[in-house]
């Protein structure tokens, strides 16, 4: 039998939400390389699903998110989840541009919101030009 679209859709989401608790939980933190597979499940993920893109971005940048400002987790692993922050980042400030959607938040929001967790983490925040 060969796999539908919607069960290879399927099977996708379901792999990117696997590796997703295992980025939030930081099971592998000395495994950096778990943290591109999540982002590249993610860009695959909105490739193959345009109207939900915008969902699937928001939801990636908010794992991301709350896994950088979680003081639980090692700070390496947090600090390398701030930086997987930028590919979600774009892609909804891109759609932001392109899209009257008053539900997506602005690109100073979400920027706003990744310089709290930098300044969680310690790290120097860049300030705006």
Do not use: F
């Not at 099977?11 to 495994?31: H, K, T």
């Amino acid at each position: 039998m060969k796999p539908t679209h919607a069960m290879a859709h399927s099977a996708l989401e379901q792999r990117w939400d696997r590796i997703g608790l295992g980025v939030r939980c930081a099971w592998n933190p000395q495994r950096p390389e778990v943290l591109h597979h999540y982002v590249q499940a993610g860009r695959r993920l909105s490739r193959l699903q345009p109207p939900r893109e915008a969902a699937i971005q928001r939801r990636m940048l908010a794992l991301l998110l709350h896994t950088a400002t979680d003081e639980a987790l090692p700070w390496h692993w947090r600090a390398m989840c701030l930086e997987q922050t930028a590919w979600p980042l774009a892609r909804l400030t891109s759609l932001w541009r392109a899209s009257a959607d008053p539900a997506l938040e602005t690109p100073a929001q979400l920027e706003s919101r990744i310089r709290r967790a930098g300044k969680a983490l310690g790290l120097p925040c860049r300030t705006a030009p």
